[in-house]
C-alpha cells in the first residue's frame, strides 16, 4: 500500500492514518477506551502533585507505557484474527504475549506510582 508520498504530504497522510487508529481504538476497544480513562485521570493527579518535573515525567510516561501496549495487543490480536479464526497454537501465543505487555506495563506502573507516592510521606 505503498503511496511513493514524500516530505510534508506523507507527514501529513501518516498524522492522518495515525488519527484514524486512535478513533478506531477508541472506538472498538473497550480496554482502550477504559485505560484512557485511567490515564486522563491519573495525568491530572501527576500534574497536581508536588513533585519534582522528573518524577512527573516518570508517572506520564508509565501511563503512556500502558496505552502503547495496549494498542500493540490490539493490533497483533487484530493481525492473527485477520490471517485465520482457526484456533492454533501461534495464534494463542502471541495474543498471549500481547496481554502479557499490558500486564507489565501495568506492573511498571504500578511501581513506579507506589515508589513516587511513598517518597511524599
Known sequence: MKTGDKGIKRILKAFIYS??????????EAAFRQELVLCAVLLVVALLLP???IEK???ISSLFLVLLMELVN???????????SEI????KKAKDIGSLLVLLSFIYLGLVWA????ALF
Do not use: C, M, N, Q
Open 57 to 59: 515525567l516518570f508517572l
Open 74 to 84: 490490539t493490533a497483533i490480536e487484530a493481525v492473527v484474527d485477520r490471517i485465520s
Open 19 to 28: 488519527t484514524e487508529g486512535f478513533l478506531e481504538s477508541v472506538k472498538s
Open 115 to 118: 515508589v513516587i507516592i511513598a
Open 88 to 91: 492454533h497454537p501461534l495464534s
Open 51 to 53: 513533585i519534582s518535573t
